[in-house]
């Protein structure tokens, strides 16, 4: 059965605000290419040891600035994903393989050949699998841990259908568990597909914390879907209420035709705004800008003390 996106009513809009109908980006949205070679370095380094990232796989524009800086976030279990998310451009369908047994040991040998400080580890969802690649995360986690010594973070899928193997992961004790929240409930199912969980996406959070307290949670939202500030603020404080640390708050962009359209591009100055209301919520650091990203200067925000 084909995936449809359900009709929602047009979002309230501040008046002149700038929206995707023409056509062009508006100017804050427009970067140079970074001039260093060593985003090269990083891409063949990838190639060679046959390892995804999600910067390629998802369009990330960020990815040159990544790169050029030799960091990368894997993108481990394979590059297909069992989820049909509107916004995202990573491959969707049947995964055709299972996970590598190897693949923990070279996204370590990446990251101690790139020097990393602190290593990013997110993947496909795999709802095709009875723990939903947990058991892999845990593995690559102790793997970068034991070759390199970095502090990690663990970018993972939902597990709603597998909610006992969040522990899995957990003990494995990374730095950071991330997971993004994404957009408002409202739009919650058009944007993250029919299988999504709000509840379930804040409850995670909460036990998170329950299995060791000292792992910092944290979470992720893209603007420009069509969210409204009261709703996005109460999401926020939703967030916070479950516990979580660290947020991060970026614009959408559209990958592609078939995805979700742009609805809004939200100002630099209105993210300033918001991070700004976020910390006074209590988060304990904000990234919050149009090309912010769940993993953009990850190691920042790892190497904050909650206490």
Known sequence: MAFRLPVVAEPEMPA????????????????????????HLTDSLVDELNLETVCENAKCPNRMECYSQQTATFMILGNVCTRPCGFCAVNRGRPPQLPEADEPQRVAEAAARLGLKHVVITSVTRD????????????????????TGATTEVLTPDFVHCKPALETVIDAFPTVFNHNMETVPRLYRRVRGPKSDYRWTLEMMRQVKRYNSDVKTKSGLMLGLGEERGELLDALADLREYGVDFLTLGQYLQPGEKYLPVVRYVPPEEFDELADLAKAMGFAKVA??????????ARDMAETDLN
């Open 16 to 39: 002149g605000t700038l929206t995707s109908g023409s056509g062009r980006l508006p100017k804050w949205l427009k970067r140079p290419i970074p001039r260093a070679n060593s985003n």
């Open 128 to 147: 095709d699998l009875p723990d939903g690649g947990a058991r892999h995360f845990h593995d690559c986690v102790i793997a970068v841990r034991e070759r």
């Open 288 to 297: 919050s800008g149009p090309f912010v990203r769940s993993s953009y200067h």
